[in-house]
Nanobody
Framework: QVRLEESGGGLVQTGGSLRLSCAAS????????MGWYRQAPGKQRDLVAI???????DYADSVRGRFTISRDNAKNTLYLQMNSLKPEDTAVYYC??????????????WGQGTQVTVSS
C-alpha cells in the first residue's frame, strides 16, 4: 500500500501560481506512475497531469503549457507547478499513484486532496 499526502493548496488570484506537493510513503518502490486529478463541485474527477517511470508526461489540454508535473524519486514526492491560474482551475486536487505488478494487477492509491481556489 502507498500512502499519499498532498499539500500546497490555497487561495490565489487569477494569473498567480501555486505548487502542489504529494509525499508518498509505504511501498513506493512499486509505483509505476503518479498523477494529479481535480474535481470541481458537481463535476467528475478529471486527469490534470501524469508522469510515468522513465519520465514521460501527459497533460489535460486545459492545463498544457501552464502546469508542469515533476517527481523527485529521492524524496518520494510528486509536484505540480501551476502558473497563470484561472478561476476555472478551482477544484480539489488529488494525487494518485499506480502500482502495476508483473502479473498485470493494477492498484491505485489516492491522497485526501487539497483545495485550490482561484479568485477572479
Amino acid at each position: 500500500q502507498v500512502r499519499l499526502e498532498e499539500s500546497g493548496g490555497g487561495l490565489v488570484q487569477t494569473g498567480g501560481s501555486l505548487r502542489l506537493s504529494c509525499a508518498a510513503s509505504g511501498s513506493t518502490f512499486s509505483i509505476t506512475a503518479m498523477g494529479w486529478y481535480r474535481q470541481a463541485p458537481g463535476k467528475q474527477r478529471d486527469l490534470v497531469a501524469i508522469i510515468r517511470d522513465g519520465g514521460s508526461t501527459d497533460y489535460a489540454d486545459s492545463v498544457r503549457g501552464r502546469f508542469t508535473i515533476s517527481r523527485d524519486n529521492a524524496k518520494n514526492t510528486l509536484y505540480l507547478q501551476m502558473n497563470s491560474l484561472k478561476p476555472e482551475d478551482t477544484a480539489v486536487y488529488y494525487c494518485k499513484a499506480e502500482r502495476l505488478y508483473s502479473d498485470a494487477t493494477l492498484y491505485t492509491d489516492w491522497g485526501q486532496g487539497t483545495q485550490v481556489t482561484v479568485s477572479s
